[in-house]
């Protein structure tokens, strides 16, 4: 008897199932009004006559994206809200309208506990204007928060696919804190510094970048492409060029950080570079603009870096102040 050994979902990849998926996708007819589909941030459909939605979705899962002993309710719910958000302000100009949560809940979890994650949600969701529009609730062995966050587009949808030679790739903010504070909570190191105390913090209280992708297009910038950096910076880039063919320069010695992750990798360049990098679930924009909206930009938010450019090579090549660095994606894979 031949024993055939089966490929393992490892095999594959988070990226690769999610290709899979999207190409063995059933067609969407005209009846769809599908203007985005699967593979983005978000799904985009219109529901009426020049009006766009986009839809996204994410899960979070105890002992996997977050864990109880050191997250606190309401540090878990923000965060469930922001990354979806996030997702919403990678579109551009879209508007989180509607909220769906599915919650798996263990049958010991006390009563309060389970309010404050129902009341944190709410609250964020107020700060937003979203209406929380239904969902589900299940007993699971293990703490379980599912949103679909739905949003309305005021202008063009910005996708990660428009990216063209010499666009600029710009950055709204710092990268790394958020993977270095997960590698402090879990080394259980009982007596924090201070800047191991912001770097934690960096990681359970992540803020979506809605606020700036919105002033971008009020103010018509042309952004080209756009994602978050939710699966940290290696992959937010690889995102932008992949399925456009194009490649990338990128500038490591420009990619801002802060003195909080200079202080915890000590003058350790490899150790900065690997957390700019791979560290992850910061939820900062990263996108490219025409070259020519540069100027405007610089005086609309002075706080953007500009961090490399994109071109026709089909490779993405790393740089610190023009030495070229040999850089392998090192981060979290989901399989």
């Known amino acids: ?25 059933t067609k969407a007819g005209r009846h769809h009004n599908v203007v985005l589909d699967i593979g983005d941030d978000c799904f985009g459909f219109s ?52 909220l769906f949560i599915s919650m798996g809940i263990p049958q010991n979890t006390e009563l309060s506990y389970v309010k404050r994650l129902f009341k944190t949600i709410k609250k964020n969701c107020d700060k937003y204007g979203i209406h929380i529009a239904g969902g589900d609730t299940v007993r699971a062995d293990k703490l379980t928060i599912s949103i679909t966050l739905i949003g309305i587009c005021k202008g063009n949808i910005v996708t990660r696919f428009g990216a063209k030679n010499s666009d600029i790739i710009c950055v709204s903010g710092q990268f790394g804190d958020s993977g270095a504070g997960l590698d402090i909570l879990l080394g259980k190191k009982k007596k924090l510094n201070s ?33 978050d950096s939710s699966d940290g910076l290696f992959k937010s880039v690889e995102l932008l060029t992949t399925d456009c063919n194009k490649g990338a320069v990128v500038y490591l010695d420009k990619v801002p950080v802060s003195k909080e992750l200079i ?23 990263v996108f490219t603009i025409n070259p020519n909206d540069k100027t405007k930009l610089q005086k609309l938010i002075p706080a953007i870096s500009y961090i490399g450019y994109i071109d026709k090579s089909k490779k993405i090549k790393y740089f610190e102040k023009n030495n070229k660095m040999g850089i392998k994606y090192n981060g979290y894979k989901h399989f």
């Open 263 to 285: 202080e915890f990798t000590k003058g350790n360049k490899d150790k900065k570079y690997h957390y700019i990098l791979n560290g992850g679930e910061e939820f900062e924009l």
């Open 47 to 98: 529901a009426v006559k020049n009006s766009k939605y986009v839809v996204t979705t994410d899960i979070l899962i105890e002992d996997i994206h977050f864990k109880t002993k050191w997250a606190t309710p309401e540090q878990i719910a923000k965060k469930a809200v922001e990354i979806n958000v996030s997702d919403i302000a990678s579109m551009g100009s879209a508007q989180p309208l509607y």
């Open 1 to 25: 008897m031949v024993i055939t050994r089966q490929k393992l979902i490892s095999s594959l990849g988070e990226f690769g199932l999610i290709e899979f998926i999207k190409n063995n996708n």
């Open 195 to 227: 800047y191991e105390k912001k770097l934690i913090k960096k990681h359970l209280e992540p803020k979506a970048r809605l606020d700036i992708a919105n002033l971008m297009l009020k103010n018509n910038i042309n952004i080209t492409s756009m994602t």
